[in-house]
């Protein structure tokens, strides 16, 4: 898995960008043209992902399950089985709370979850493995959040999955002696259709229940054309979901 991450932080933005700067700084005498190049496409990458307009239009290529309907809520019990929440990982020894809690985009997929269970009746369950082989794993955080601030409690915890594909194909052994095959499957708008692949490649009917849309007109000065720190942080997000939605259906036949 470290072996994995160090391919992805080079091969991905803002990585490879980076990378392209420093080659270009290495040739900037032999291969004058060949520098320039690769100075003025890594920092017009690196611009381009520092754009909320540039986020805008990413996220809406990859956000095409719109929204669980309001009214739904209340009738999905005779539509699914078992409502799923996705892990997004942990905050490790997080001061304000003394303990490990789930990142604010996990936060946001379990609130949704709570919701959802009280609205309908289903049970829950959470899936998420462990970071690096260290305890406590990521279903176990979000069970007890749920539990405790929430007020809502999981019956199923899949504890080993570390990827969607993974997330998937462990919840359905998980699922397996039960015979449930319906799933409200819970995780951001923009990771929704790979999810739902998983999903639906490992057996299940889905429902999606995204959250977390990027995709939305936000009134801001200039039309979102000035940079901004947070857009950057977003931006890596959408281009490694984009190249996980591309990799997936090879890797996952």
Request: proline share 8%; aromatic share 10%.
């Amino acid at each position: 898995m470290p072996l994995r991450y160090l391919f992805k932080t080079l091969l991905l933005p803002p990585g490879v960008l980076l990378l392209l700067l420093v080659l270009g700084w290495w040739l900037r005498r032999s291969r004058p043209r060949l520098a320039l190049l690769c100075w003025v496409t890594g920092l017009g990458g690196l611009w381009l992902m520092s754009l909320p307009v540039a986020v805008e239009q990413a996220a809406r290529q990859l956000e095409r399950v719109p929204p669980l309907a309001l009214e739904q809520w209340t009738t999905l019990a005779g539509q699914a089985d078992v409502i799923v929440v996705l892990g997004n990982g942990r905050e490790r020894n997080a001061p304000a709370w003394g303990e490990d809690v789930p990142t604010d985009m996990g936060l946001q997929r379990l609130q949704m979850a709570a919701r959802l269970a009280k609205a309908s009746g289903l049970p829950l369950l959470v899936t998420g493995g462990l970071h690096y082989g260290e305890p406590p794993s990521e279903a176990q955080i979000m069970s007890e959040v749920l539990n405790r601030d929430f007020g809502v409690s999981v019956r199923w915890l899949e504890e080993r999955s570390r990827t969607t594909w993974e997330n998937a194909t462990m919840t359905a052994q998980q699922l397996a002696p039960s015979g449930l095959t319906r799933v409200v499957l819970v995780t951001q708008a923009w990771h929704m259709p790979r999810a739902r692949w998983s999903f639906e490649q490992a057996g299940f009917t889905v429902i999606g229940a995204p959250v977390g849309f990027l995709g939305v007109d936000n009134a801001r000065p200039f039309g979102g054309w000035l940079p901004e720190s947070r857009a950057f942080g977003q931006s890596a997000l959408l281009l490694n979901e984009a190249a996980g939605a591309l990799v997936y259906p090879w890797v996952y036949p």
